[in-house]
């Protein structure tokens, strides 16, 4: 019984501000967002002063934002076995490795088709209820002590499909085969725990000296996961996307501005200190998100609740220090929390150093007029805040327009 209780805990809030939310007029955000003037300033004017512009950037959501972002240190694998080969009734080899990485372990599952015709381009996946859970919950794939523990069979892992979409921990493998990509899932709680008290000790030893956060760290985790897949001929190296979904789509889209070798961002849901405006009156605000998350940004980010304005820094540059590479943003009418309209808005906002690299970035005219052949591209769909058969459509179309022209 007591479980029962705190899962409609959990859960009937988020269903609540759906249902709230749908219909309602947004609110608009604090006036920041003028077409006519665009929110990349003066450092977009040629691609030389945005490249000269793009240290002090990072530095500045660094500062503000999300803390320190680890040392680039070299990914150790201390095992890896072939779990098994067609699965999936012979569409793709299951294979575990045992990595280390800052003194710490954790494993990536890799499937990867079994009939390749040559390097595969890859889906790097971040879940949140980790590697086992996303595999079907198959016994022989190592779960993570820190993970939530969503076994599939469990009335739990039901219930959080019910409201979060039949994806929400299980990717469509077969069918994402089927398209010729290989996937690489890896768990980042390992390296720091998404909870408040270990999250925070994770990372005062992790950076003891340099205040931190989970999200710029699970980012580097997905740059630790392409140190494997590199060294691997299998993996087309100029064919590497990131994905994740809300808090692992916000550290997916960090994770290609630091690290060049990821080739496309999928953020679904990412809201805010990911897609979405800090900037923004609607949605998420910075006081909610680092008084639930205190593990997840650096303490900075906190100070500027209320004060926003104070903030040097936006996410529309985020999404612009991704530029060129081809972003995709996903959002759902009746997800307000994760506020889509300013996730429209921020990349719009972005065109600007698009343009400089001689792409179009986001040309559809509206939040509805999805094009997936655009570098830069916003999806939305009815419902709440999830993962839905429909999601991972609009995904494989992206990757589809980018990977396999
Ligand atoms: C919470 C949080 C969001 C986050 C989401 C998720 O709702 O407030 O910022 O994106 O969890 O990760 O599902």
């Given at each position: 019984m007591r479980?029962?209780?705190?899962v ?6 988020l269903m609540?501000?759906g ?5 309602l ?6 006036g920041?967002?003028?077409p006519?003037?665009?929110l990349i300033?003066p450092?977009a004017?040629s691609?030389e002063?945005?490249n ?7 530095q500045?959501?660094?500062r ?6 680890p040392d680039?240190?070299?990914t150790?694998?201390?095992d ?7 699965a999936?009734?012979?569409r793709?080899?299951?294979e575990e490795y ?13 499937v990867?088709?079994t ?7 890859t ?5 949140f209820?980790?590697n086992r859970a996303?595999l079907g ?6 779960s993570?002590p820190?993970d939530?523990g969503?076994?599939?069979d469990s ?10 979409g039949r ?6 493998i077969?069918e994402?085969l089927?398209?010729g990509?290989?996937l690489a899932?890896?768990y980042?709680?390992d390296i720091?725990?998404d909870?408040?008290?270990s ?8 950076l003891?000296d340099t205040?931190s956060?989970a999200?710029t760290?699970w980012a580097w985790v997905?740059s ?8 691997d ?10 994905w994740g979904?809300?808090r692992?789509?916000?550290s997916?889209?960090?994770?290609a501005v ?5 080739d496309l961002v999928i953020a679904?849901?990412?809201?805010t ?8 009156h609607?949605?998420e605000s910075?006081a909610q998100?680092t008084?639930s998350?205190?593990h997840?940004?650096s303490?900075?980010y906190?100070g500027f609740?209320g004060?926003?304005e104070?903030?040097?820094v936006?996410q ?6 991704a530029a060129p590479?081809p972003v995709?943003?996903?959002?759902a ?6 506020d889509p309209?300013?996730s429209?808005?921020?990349?719009r906002?972005a065109n600007p ?6 792409s179009?970035g986001?040309?559809?005219a509206?939040?509805?007029a999805y094009d997936?052949?655009?570098d ?10 999830g993962?839905q058969?429909s ?8 990757l ?6």
């Open positions: 479980r029962v209780l705190i409609l805990a959990i859960l009937l809030p609540l501000v249902c709230v939310s749908m219909g007029p947004k609110v608009s955000s604090r920041i967002y003028d006519a003037r665009p300033g450092q004017v691609l002063t945005w000269g512009a793009r240290a002090g950037l990072v500045a959501f660094e503000e934002v999300y803390g320190a972002y680039a240190t070299q150790e694998m201390l890896h076995v072939v779990v098994e080969t067609g999936f009734e012979g793709g080899d299951i045992r990595l280390a990485m800052a003194g710490r372990e954790t494993y990536l599952v890799t990867t088709p009939e390749a015709d040559g390097p595969v381009p889906i790097i996946l971040q879940m209820c980790g996303a919950g198959r016994a022989d794939i190592t993570s820190n939530p969503c076994d599939p009335w739990f892992a039901g219930a959080i499909r019910m409201v979060f994806h929400i921990m299980e990717p469509p077969a994402i089927d398209r990509y290989a899932i890896i980042p709680g720091v725990p909870r408040s008290s999250g925070l000790v994770a990372l005062e030893s992790m003891p205040p956060g999200i760290v997905y630790r996961v392409i140190d494997v897949l590199d060294a001929p299998r993996y087309d190296r100029e064919r590497t996307a990131v979904h809300s692992n789509g916000k997916a889209l960090l994770a630091y690290d060049p070798r990821v679904h849901q990412a809201g200190g990911g897609t979405t405006l800090s900037r923004s609607a949605g910075i998100i008084d998350y205190p997840w940004f303490p900075a906190a609740a004060n926003e104070a903030l040097s936006d529309h540059q985020l999404i612009a220090l590479r995709l943003i996903g959002g009418w009746r997800d307000q929390w994760s309209q300013d429209f808005r921020a990349a906002s150093v698009y343009a400089l690299y001689g179009e986001l040309r559809q509206d939040m509805s997936p052949t655009a830069l591209a916003l999806f939305m769909r009815g419902g709440l805040h993962v058969p999601d991972w459509d609009n995904f494989l179309a992206f589809d327009a980018h990977f396999q022209p």
